[in-house]
């Protein structure tokens, strides 16, 4: 083929060659750990426990043992304040008026402008009454905080502050409720808020109630900032790295990257990006999905974005007869049952190791990489051949330079876009050559049954180059910082448009649109020219409109958010995959991309429009396009990525039995109906 009589292609395969195995090594390594990662924590909250038991007459205990059974692991333990404390009847909590017209201390007249504070019958009241007193004189100062004792030794506490504003004054994380979580057989996730200018006794505070118990499992911040931020937070870092305790990441609801909290990326490197990536759904989300849908979103987290954690959302309502308790512990049970059979295990989140790759081996893929692009550029523009070891060298030594030199991601990004655009051109290339081939060798159409037979081996081998290829990104990106998301893959959507205007202008050198190729700068000219002149029909019209609005579906679902909305009849078909599939392929690959190549031949073989079997080759395009571009997603496991590929190859092969017949049935009754017109 002429792609392999290029002598400057020949060599810089021979790069590509040497970067695919140190890749391929990489993604070992990297696979390694992310199969050492195969715990996840199943987090509930505490409060949620708590509130809800007095509504359903039933005990704290007796739901704890319900949620312990759908899989909850852990608790989230929160911040207290004097509204939950008296909401829970853990603290009478009381103002000046009202106290003095119930209660009395001898000696003593009460002030109606204050607050005050008793403990209550529980057996654990008296030693939250002490927390909350030591609470309040580091938050709002010992001078505002008094207590009282009467004769029969019954202990008030006095305090000076604005009763409204006091009730949700947050008063840190008590000890006795972390060992109160862990007693019961759960982790405790804590959730600090930070209190600005608070100074260090307030992370002092928290990490006593770290403390308080071996089962304290992470640190999740509430709010928009970290604890101790921004002079504290080096200490809190500090300390919590003696203790071993991660900190969390909280997905973003785009799913791309986090959510802002002040600190908290500066906190992850700074204890080795020994940290967890947590799910979380609002509850305003949750009320609109079913509890089916609410597992699967939960679940594909999991095993699809390296997600860790998982908080659940209590729902509003109860649903199907059960309590409020039962409706959320099903849904919750749902995503521990998938779990388990996924090959997960629930308990304490497993931390993936910080990996970052060898250097020299990386280097290696990054010469590679700029090898690919050469080819490319070579596809493209073929008389530049005598420029090419100018352009590589100048390409490789700035890359180079910039890796060794800065230690920046920035030449990884850019050579990592460069691939993702360069190998869908590059397998589209081999296959317009393998078309041309065909082209000149068949004389005759062969049978329908035989051009998707050669549709599938053909698939699969350009699949097969495309997964191969797409391990130069995981090769070029494999390190913990884009596991982790905290640094990312730039330009997804070019990976989706730009190979797209490279294989038109590799198509219109290799196939004659108005009887000729184009061969050279003024071949390209007239070629516009005449494509601009071509007279627009109401039918071409409803074309262009029909391909306009597909493009731009293509388009807007595409990269880390989709700005086009997904139909309910889809979201079944993709549920529907998820559950007969290891990993659901993407619908651009088994709808689009993989019977187009089917299409694409049959095209060829039947001599079609030439501007029919263009519009099949981009679609082709797509398909491999997308296969590559899922390796861009580094927080997807990289096996799951390539089982995703070939689970969309297996579909597609399948979607293109189905166009080929759908056609040939078409043709047929075409043929039929044609046949019965002519007679006279």
């Known amino acids: 083929m ?135 004189k580091l938050r ?18 006095e305090v000076s502050a604005d009763y409204s504003r006091f009730l949700d004054l947050s008063l840190g994380i008590y000890p006795s409720q972390v060992k109160n979580v862990t007693d019961r057989g759960f982790y ?36 928009k900032q970290v604890l101790g931020y921004q002079k504290e937070a080096a200490y809190l870092t500090e300390q919590l790295n003696r203790r071993g305790i991660p900190v969390v990441l909280i997905e973003s609801q785009s799913q791309l990257q986090f ?10 490197k700074n204890m080795n990006y020994r940290t967890v ?6 509850k305003d989300e949750l009320v609109k999905i079913n509890q089916e849908e609410a597992a699967s979103r939960f679940y594909i987290s999991d095993i699809e974005r390296n997600i860790r954690m998982n908080l659940f959302p209590s729902y509003k309502v109860p649903m199907n007869g059960d309590s409020l308790s039962e409706t959320n512990a099903n849904y919750i049970a749902d995503v521990t049952e998938r779990l388990n059979e996924h090959g997960f295990r629930t308990g304490r989140a497993s931390v993936i190791t910080p990996y970052f790759p060898s250097a020299f081996l990386r280097a290696v893929v990054m010469a590679g990489a700029v090898s690919l692009l050469c ?26 330079i910039l890796f060794w030199g800065t230690h920046s991601v920035l030449p990884l990004q850019i050579l990592a876009l460069g ?9 589209v290339s081999l296959f317009l050559e393998y078309c041309l081939y065909r082209k000149r060798k068949v004389t005759e159409a062969p049978g329908w049954g035989r051009t998707a037979l050669e549709g599938t081996a053909v698939l699969w081998a350009a699949g097969g180059l495309s997964l191969l290829g797409a391990m130069l990104i995981s090769g070029l990106l494999g390190d913990i910082r884009f596991f982790l998301e905290m640094e990312i893959f730039r330009g997804v959507k070019l990976t989706f448009v730009l190979p797209l205007i ?16 184009v061969a050279s700068g003024s071949d390209l000219w007239q070629f516009l020219r005449r494509f601009s002149r071509i007279p627009v029909k109401l039918g071409t019209a409803g074309i262009l409109l029909l391909i306009g609005v597909v493009s731009y579906i293509y388009v807007g679902r595409s990269g880390h958010t989709e700005g086009v909305s997904v139909p309910g009849i889809e979201i079944q078909l993709r549920r529907f995959l998820e559950v007969t599939m290891y990993a659901r392929p993407r619908e651009k690959e088994f709808l689009i991309g993989h019977p187009a190549l089917f299409l694409s031949l049959a095209a060829l073989y039947r001599k079609w429009p030439q501007i029919l079997h263009y519009f099949l080759i981009l679609g082709v395009t797509i398909g491999q396009g997308s296969m590559v571009e899922t390796f861009a997603h580094m927080r997807s496991p990289v096996m799951l990525s390539f089982v995703r590929g070939l689970d969309g190859l297996a579909a597609g092969t399948a979607a293109g039995f189905l166009a080929i017949a759908g056609v040939m049935i078409l043709v047929q009754i075409t043929r039929f109906l044609g046949e019965r017109y002519g007679r006279p």
């Open 2 to 136: 002429k792609f392999f009589r290029c002598s400057p292609c020949r060599i810089l395969l021979c790069f590509v060659l040497a970067a695919l195995l140190s890749a391929l090594w990489i993604s070992w390594q990297r696979n390694q750990a992310e199969r050492a990662s195969d715990t996840v924590e199943m987090v509930y909250d505490y409060d949620n426990v708590m509130d809800t038991a007095a509504l359903e007459n039933t005990t704290p205990g007796q739901l704890f043992d319900l949620y312990r059974k759908s899989g909850i692991t852990s608790l989230a333990v929160y911040e207290e304040t004097p509204k939950k404390l008296a909401a829970h009847g853990e603290l009478s909590i009381l103002q000046g008026s009202d106290f003095a017209a119930r209660r009395q201390i001898p000696g003593y007249q009460a002030d109606p402008g204050k607050i005050y504070i008793q403990p209550t019958a529980k057996g654990d009241s008296s030693l939250l009454f002490r927390e909350t007193e030591n609470a309040l």
């Open 140 to 157: 709002i100062g010992e001078s505002r905080v008094r207590v009282l004792t009467d004769a029969d030794g019954t202990e008030t506490m």
């Open 188 to 223: 405790a996730v804590l959730r600090p808020i930070n209190v600005p200018r608070a100074g260090q006794a307030v992370v002092d505070q928290s990490l006593r109630a770290a403390d308080a118990s071996p089962g304290v499992s992470a640190v999740l911040f509430e709010g």
């Open 259 to 268: 959510e802002k909290q002040d600190g908290i990326l500066d906190m992850v």
């Open 277 to 282: 990536r947590l799910y979380a759904m609002s």
């Open 375 to 400: 080819i490319t550029l070579l596809q493209l523009l073929p008389r530049i051949g005598q420029w090419i070891w100018a352009i590589w060298a100048a390409a490789a030594v700035f890359t180079q």
């Open 419 to 427: 691939t993702a655009v360069c190998i869908p051109v590059l397998t």
């Open 502 to 517: 490279l294989v038109t202008c590799i198509y219109i050198q290799k196939f004659p649109f108005f009887g000729k190729t």
